[in-house]
């Protein structure tokens, strides 16, 4: 209900020998779905054949009973799925992407944005590349590719290739002989490991994806790292580790991940819990029940209610048939989209001071409509707390949060935010208190709250600069 | 991810004017699509000329833009959702089914079951009936046909056809100039009816469905009672009010009906929670964390935790991506739905004695794997408490509950149940104090439950006979 | 490219054991598909247990692979097509239909159209009936169920209710043991039958059917003959033979009948060669090529060449790709339909003298544009002829021939439509040669070229009464 | 019902100002689309946007209405029907491809093959560049775009890339600003362009895709001619022109192309019937009537005829309906596939001495089914006449006739291959006569009935080197 997105979640695996791996990987696109709504994808490789499917939509949307069965069995396989809001998208951005090159044949998925995309994209254009897709992964199939010609395998080939790349990127790649894990130095987006009980190890974006699979969380992959699967084991490379200081993107936490993910040794659903206890000490609020926005404002709730002894309580419930083919009402049926999707529970609300708890206030619209809905079932008084600070400044490392002026804290104050939403009081986490979510006192990119970039980003405008050209279906 | 269904869902509207009745009726079924999901259906009303689509399958999957913007405008409307478990379901069934007679043609949704289904059919037959569907629907259009050859008018054919049905039914019935609500006079499934603020009539299974289409809510339909809309105004007949004891069946709170939904009075999210308070008190636990098993358990779990004071926490997600096209696991994945379906928050549960609430046990299957979720995410003992009694009688007024051997309470004591689903104590809801929830004595059918059955009901095995002999698609 | 359509193709078989039934109907109706292309259906009868499976749409859209596969092996099976032209058609009224009665359950496929339709239904709605459908289908089934009630078996209730239809019909009747074909004592409509090597014996609208499916030819059905295929073999009643004179529709050889089937003994291909030649002595032509419309005027087109010893040529190509889904050119495209179904061959038609031949004019618009597409090519001379008379009555007997003012010929002379459709020459074959054109003297219905109707008619208008009533999808 | 395909049918246009350009491509590709079923696309230039849509599926599965609505209208577009046989083939495949490269973005459609596509694509390779498709034309685009570096113009670059590529390509090329039409200077494949009277340019394989948009006929290309098309004006340029011999694919004529298409100033079905007249004369036959296999064999037949004087008869009758959705039979339903395709005529047959004409013989199997049909229905003798000499060697210019084992021709005998097909006679035209049809002694690539390869050919096995590496869906 909110238009901030993460742009992807990736999944990757190699078994001891050839499994059905599209359908392991098809269960772990199913619990990576929330990172990426606008497309997924799947390559299995058999034997060093490579057979894909890829296409606009969910999961459930793309892949078949007959779509899966039609896969061969592999010892490798990978998948991606990938965000996306409207309808004007391109099928030929759908990853993994799969490139043949001098040395054989790749599959990668990537999750993340480099912040010099558009440097590198000119400077292969200008040695004759050309280019299918407006995104960077392909950049990054190139600089591997061309590292690939000298280097004397292909991990040497994505370690040489991490010496360009600037910015987010969580990478799976396949080669015909090996799976491979990589994330950027400052480790913006996170990416970990498992094993299943039959040997198979799986990447995946988040922790959730391989217990979704059957297999064990065995660790993280660190910022910098390059870990290799190969047919004999695995091996770590960390020439790249400490090169850079440590920059999670928060709002993995505090937004993206699911609550059940565990993220760099940190659980989710806890951190949500204590940002809402630290809020609830910030901005506390004399009222009867603490009910959260479902679902993306549930877990602070249980924390805010933890911390200020407000009782917590169901208040809203939401439609869960309301999906992508939902038709949106027309004008002329005075009856609105939050109507069908969100509910009030009465009994709950009537007479009541409400605090109302979600993650983030985007646009305000939905926000308002939202806290009309408990005016109307009676609720007296509406505090709203909000886990998170409010965004200020365009994130270059793969999201799609904006500097756009839809953004409304980018144009009001708090105080006016208030008054355009309809609360008797409303509170922001404090920039301050995000850092220290973790225990940590570190280690997070805050840049879109106002905190410094951890990398030089693109002059403003120039983000989108390919999607500009281009407009496919 | 339980095997208990509702039946149907109906909705009903009459507006002023012409009005995009279709699109309206639509949004009254997304709200009612819990009751069934099996097929759907809208049949609009325009000045007497009937535009219908129908088909199996979910409101999102059975209506499309284009669908919806092929109706034309009327002023009558009425939709249907019915349940379903498996595919082989008959296409024919979808309601409301349209019928001609000599007066004119007629569509009727229906919610429930007739007991005495069987010897109406044969009575019918042996006439010269010809049936096209299974559905006792048709039979009770056939009544009321019949009625209709020498009643005066449509509802005074319903009040006569009332005369012979007995059992469940919630109805809507459309002829060219009305609109028609009748419940039985035990008023064994809910029935409402609002109006919006542009004057048109609604009329729904759900009091949620009301507030989905903008309609502020007026009343419910009294058990027994007839509501004719016309262009005129609202008439209600009561001449069947009374006849019988109110019914009410128990499991439209515990289990059927939308949490936001408040049937005769009675808030359902209120009732659920009661509930759980009372099961507190009859079945205490000594615990650290109450988690409810989503989303059928939550709100009792919310009463658990007010009556025992032990935190309520999020210990339990639930994938909301996964619907009717996922894909389960094949038996060499190794792996299995519920582990894709529900994932545990390890933080939450780790160390911890957890109760564990949910508002059945169906056949235990499902159940052991959730509780061996907990223990496999640390979770130090499990206390399951169900806010319902064990069902151990076939339901013969519209929901599948059948006595069926694979219920679990059918065969096994609750200590055995314990031990099945491997828990450290379980403890169900008492028959007393189900027939408390709503703070009468009173009301309510708990047949299923083993209490009496309020209506003469088929020998045992009759409920299914015209099922067997046809299979369609 | 025309508008004339006859109303149906059935079929039906009866196996000694259990086969693969709906795969064999399904080639039946592929064969059939030439009769209808607005639904079809397939009922499989699996010792009593009917499996159905009905939709709008051609034969290769309704029945996919797994729907095919999913339907159990049987005995006995039926199937339809059924014509239609644009999108508003109604769902419910696909055959075969399927009912349940006193004495059991019944499917019905039916091709044609009783001219007492509205008085039986009238005379049905009186005692109680209700209808689904606007299918005169559904009345013949309430007739059977009728008489079946004191009829001993289902082939005497078919019998005694042919004494009630009146029109054309050509049954195919399923019960739980038995299959019956049924044509009424006109004849109006063809129905033969045929058996395979492993004894499955087969009905069907044509006997291209037949062939398709791997069946030997038998017999034709006669006119007023019922025959009766059981467990036990075959029964021929005769009753009815010999009621009526015998009225075979004369389009069916003209037009709607596949060139390689034989009906009644005849070929339909050596037919229209005869029509054809009669024509070129009626309406001799100076040309010097010979032009076929694909693919309806090829067969006559052979036959004028034959008689006229001018030389058959291939002057126009139909592009065989453009099918139901394909979009007409919008106005500012500047192109239209016809140039995009039909091309010129310019080398055979520049300046030559063309005959043209097709088997109707319907509204003019498409042949006019034909026409002009020769005149592009090259054609000096433009000599139409036509292998039927014009149509200018309606037809009661299971086509949409109408007396409607668009049909061309019911507001113009020959010498006009000449002038309108832009050729230098018209002619029809007479209606006096059409009567001739099996050999023997007789035995057509000719009422729409003007002939007297075999039977009393609706009064003009009521043909279409229930259609007005109902629009459904 | 044959195994040989053209790879590919190429539309553009070039139009004065915004036109519905995505509609006129469809209709273009509709006309085109026997030359490639497998897959189409379209991109059209808004302003220098590309907006496209291609998938795998035929015309009229791939756009529907709302898929065409979507594209904005465009000042250029181009359009690209390819073949394919089986399932699995590669979306990614699918053309016109598109690339950004350092100039700009660029769309490409390509009908042919290149005979140095594995020399070309190492050497690109071993330069760093990725490959995203198994298909030459992205080998094409490279080249082109590394000429584009340097080159002072995208026809230059062209021109340049020219003298890099061998083998067959009739290219349609746009850039933001212009349309190229670029056909090798052997001209393997057709080319032609027209114009609309709103002076819109049309670009096409054939000469019926122009009629079917409703533009003139202007000229082919010739081998070796660029043509580039812009706001200002056409511009030929005709360095490459005459540098090496015209060796145009005879298939062409006798096969690939539409009947109604003019190749090079020749009739296509012209040509046709005059193979057969020289066929007539090669091996005449004794006999009562000419039948052609439809489609294939039907413009021969009129051509034999013609020349034997023995009468043209429609003796086969084609079951339109059976397309791609159809499902084959299985074994045990004792009916095959050919009888459902293809029905005899028996009074056409009866008794007769027949000669059967088709343009190929490729495994025979079809083929013998064919005449067993004829048999069955009563053909005396079967004299069976080819229009085109056997072939025996593999092509590598764009279609996919292979030196396989399974073309009968490459085992047997022409007496062996009469007994194995069950004819009373065998013949086929001459390999002398095949390069004598169009009048000229000249111009024709005969590679394929075992004349000389006009380029270096690969090593045998190559072809397909790209192919096996990769299975994509």
């Given at each position: ?12 695996l ?13 269960y ?38 007959e ?17 996306g ?51 960077d ?20 080939a ?69 870990v ?160 998170a ?20 804290a980018?144009?009001?104050s ?60």
């Amino acid at each position: 209900m909110s238009n901030i997105h993460e742009e992807c979640g990736v999944f990757g695996l190699m078994a001891p020998e050839p499994i059905d791996a599209a359908g392991l990987v098809y269960y772990g696109l199913y619990a990576l779905q929330h990172r990426g709504q606008e497309s997924c994808g799947i390559v299995v490789n058999d034997d060093g054949l490579f057979t894909s499917h890829k296409d606009l939509g969910l999961v459930s949307e793309v892949f078949h009973k007959e779509t899966l069965s039609s896969f061969p069995t592999g010892t490798i396989a990978v998948g991606h799925t990938r965000y996306g809001t409207t309808g004007g998208t391109n099928r030929n951005n759908c990853q993994p992407i799969e490139v043949n090159h001098q040395k054989g044949r790749m599959a990668i998925a990537h999750n993340g944005n480099l912040s010099n995309a558009a440097e590198l994209r000119s400077e292969l254009e200008l040695s004759g590349a050309i280019f299918h897709t407006t995104s960077d992964t392909e950049t990054i199939a190139y600089i591997v590719t061309r590292e690939r010609l000298s280097a004397p395998s292909i991990e040497e080939a994505v370690s040489r290739a991490m010496n360009r790349l600037e910015g987010a990127y969580s990478l799976i790649l396949m080669s015909p002989q090996k799976l491979i894990a990589a994330r950027d130095p400052h480790g913006f987006r996170p990416l970990c490991y498992g094993q299943r009980e039959d040997g198979t190890y799986c990447i995946a974006s988040e922790s959730c994806a391989l217990r979704a699979v059957g297999a064990k969380f065995v660790r993280d992959i660190e910022p910098g790292e390059i870990v290799v699967f190969t047919r004999n084991g695995v091996i770590s490379r960390k020439e790249h580790c400490g090169e850079k200081p440590k920059k999670l993107c928060i709002f993995e936490y505090i937004y993206f991940a699911r609550p059940d993910s565990v993220i760099d040794g940190t659980s989710v659903h806890e951190t949500r819990v204590r940002a809402a206890k630290i809020l609830a000490r910030e901005f506390p609020a004399d009222a009867d029940v603490v009910v959260g926005v479902p679902d993306s404002g549930l877990d602070a709730a249980i924390g805010f209610s933890a911390q200020s002894g407000i009782p917590y309580e169901i208040g809203l419930v939401k439609n869960k048939y309301v999906g992508r083919s939902f038709i949106a009402p027309s004008q002329d049926q005075r009856t609105d989209t939050v109507r069908i999707k969100l509910s009030p529970v009465r009994s709950v609300l009537e007479g009541k001071r409400v605090v109302l708890i979600d993650d983030s206030i985007v646009r305000g619209t939905t926000c308002r409509k939202t806290i009309q809905t408990l005016r109307d079932a009676g609720a007296r008084e509406i505090h709203m707390r909000v886990s998170a600070p409010p965004f200020v400044a365009p994130c270059f490392y793969g999201t799609d949060i904006d500097s756009a002026e839809n953004l409304i804290a980018n144009r009001h104050s708090v105080a006016e935010i208030a008054r355009e939403i309809g609360v008797d009081s409303l509170g922001y986490l404090s920039r301050e208190s995000v850092c220290l979510l973790t225990g940590e006192d570190s280690g997070f990119c805050t840049a879109c709250f106002g905190g410094a970039y951890p990398t030089p980003v693109p002059a403003h405008g120039e983000k989108n600069r390919f999607e500009q050209k281009i407009h496919s279906k």
